[in-house]
């Protein structure tokens, strides 16, 4: 590589005498070590080398609920996701703010929102940093071959992740597997099912080859592990109605050494960072510029230092039972702004939690962790895996929630559901479950779609069936493919 920088001033002053004198120099004396920012040619060498690529597959995943995409940040599942359901109203300044929420909330959402773009372009960014992992990191010579085997699995897990977000956002996307050339960026859309496939095709791989964080160092802690695959396949498996597999994967899952929280309030606070429930979390720091997570400021009141996006409805708040335990842990009440005055607690910062409002590194941070994979979810995905085939246990997984939530209080506190309970009456109690305990977690509107309870619950609201379901593929990228990626139906 050619630098001529550092030699410009002398270039300057001697080029009579540079000119005269190249007859007789070497051309190396213009050909000198690369120093500063790593480029592709001369980065991927050392085991030094891949632990680097693969922090920067990570980013992205850090950078949707972080300061270092605002409109990604409010695309997000805890915002954008649950925007419009029965859940929570997107609220604000006034009706109008924040017009790219507006648009999901009303049913409305157009090919140039803003926040759709920055999903897209974020995750085919860690999309991108994956398959860099994946096809530059098996040429490195490694001491140590079980990381070198670690690290790709941690990729292709990324690599699933980001699609995921993806299929969940716009259905069947393109699928890239390698590092593309000029002349090859524009691939058409695969359908759901192939994209399902795909990631599923990740996962098997990630999950054979990653180390469990039970007995890995503590070090390890916040990369993708084996119970983080398991579980993400438990949900990918859901989603697709697979529910044999839910249950197989399930299986493999529950005999790793997790156990519920004894503390449900506990979970969304610092003390439960990474508790013996966590499966998978985001991690985030206070106190620095871009480590912190932005959802805290977005959703908390605007008369506390937030923007007083994604407050609670009253139907979510009248889905918990009487003195469940866990709605004064899901909620807080703060009067004098626009909406309900009703706050999703479980990321906020002090008063209503033991995180710190961020001191250092401007306004976009905060410490709280996301929690994308808890073992209450899984057990609830589990029981709904074989409530037909096998009620009884799943029974039992519903109850190990119920129990855990009402904590120390009596018996009649959130009761145990009878063991006879079968059929639809078990289903429906499954799905109470997952809506009070997973409540503000951003799961509620792919819950309503994917169970085909969408039409009915949301209909009131502006939701078409066979439309929205998925939102629109960005005008942007319709548009430079020059109509090889196909637009969503409806849109």
């Given at each position: 590589?050619?630098?001529?920088?550092?030699?410009?001033?002398?270039?300057?002053?001697?080029?009579?005498?540079?000119?005269?004198?190249?007859?007789?120099?070497?051309?190396?004396?213009?050909?000198v070590g690369v120093y500063g920012t790593p480029v592709t040619e001369n980065f991927y060498k050392t085991p030094v080398d891949a632990e680097q690529a693969l922090i920067a597959a990570y980013a992205p995943m850090n950078t949707m609920y972080g300061p270092g995409d605002f409109w990604a940040g409010m695309g997000s599942d805890i915002l954008m996701g649950d925007v419009g359901s029965d859940d929570f109203l997107k609220a604000g300044a006034n009706i109008s703010d924040n017009i790219p929420l507006y648009e999901k909330e009303t049913y409305e959402i157009t090919t140039t929102n803003i926040s759709l773009q920055h999903i897209w372009d974020l995750n085919y960014q860690g999309i991108l940093f994956a398959n860099l992992v994946i096809k530059k990191i098996p040429d490195i010579e490694f001491s140590d071959t079980n990381?070198?085997?670690?690290?790709?699995?941690?990729?292709h897990f990324l690599r699933a992740y980001y699609y995921f977000d993806l299929v969940n956002s716009f259905g069947g996307v393109p699928l890239i597997d390698k590092l593309l050339k000029l002349g090859e960026y524009t691939i058409p859309r695969a359908s759901t099912q192939e994209t399902y496939a795909f990631i599923e095709a990740d996962l098997k791989i990630a999950i054979a080859d990653l180390p469990s964080r039970f007995n890995s160092p503590a070090s390890y802690l916040g990369h993708a592990d084996k119970g983080a695959a398991l579980g993400y396949m438990m949900r990918v498996s859901l989603y697709q109605n697979k529910m044999d597999q839910v249950k197989e994967y399930g299986d493999q899952l529950f005999t790793l050494p997790y156990t519920l929280a004894?503390?449900?309030?506990?979970?969304?606070?610092?003390?439960?960072?990474?508790?013996?429930?966590?499966?998978?979390?985001?991690?985030?720091?206070?106190?620095?510029?871009?480590?912190?997570?932005?959802?805290?400021?977005?959703?908390?009141p605007r008369n506390q230092k937030g923007y007083g996006f994604m407050q609670v409805k009253d139907e979510l708040r009248k889905e918990f039972e009487d003195n469940d335990p866990r709605y004064m842990a899901s909620f807080y009440n703060v009067t004098g702004n626009y909406g309900t005055n009703w706050y999703n607690k479980k990321y906020s910062w002090a008063p209503n939690s033991d995180y710190s409002f961020p001191t250092v590194g401007g306004v976009n941070n905060s410490a709280n962790n996301i929690r994308v994979l808890r073992l209450s979810d899984a057990y609830l995905m589990y029981a709904e895996a074989i409530y037909d085939k096998d009620p009884a246990t799943a029974v039992k997984y519903v109850n190990k929630v119920r129990t855990r939530a009402r904590g120390t209080q009596p018996i009649t506190v959130v009761p145990d559901l009878a063991d006879t309970m079968s059929g639809k009456p078990l289903l429906d109690a499954i799905y109470h479950e997952r809506r009070v305990e997973l409540a503000g977690e951003g799961y509620r509107y792919q819950d309503l779609i994917r169970t085909g309870r969408a039409g009915t619950v949301l209909a009131p609201l502006g939701f078409v069936v066979g439309k929205n379901e998925v939102m629109p593929i960005p005008y942007t990228e319709v548009s430079l493919s020059q109509g090889v990626i196909t637009q969503n139906t409806g849109y």
């Open positions: 590589m050619k630098l001529y920088n550092k030699f410009t001033k002398k270039v300057k002053y001697c080029s009579l005498i540079l000119f005269v004198s190249m007859i007789s120099c070497s051309k190396d004396y213009l050909e990381r070198k085997k670690q690290i790709l699995a941690e990729a004894a503390n449900y309030a506990s979970i969304f606070n610092s003390v439960g960072e990474w508790n013996s429930g966590s499966i998978f979390e985001i991690v985030c720091s206070s106190n620095t510029s871009n480590l912190g997570t932005t959802v805290t400021r977005f959703i908390s």
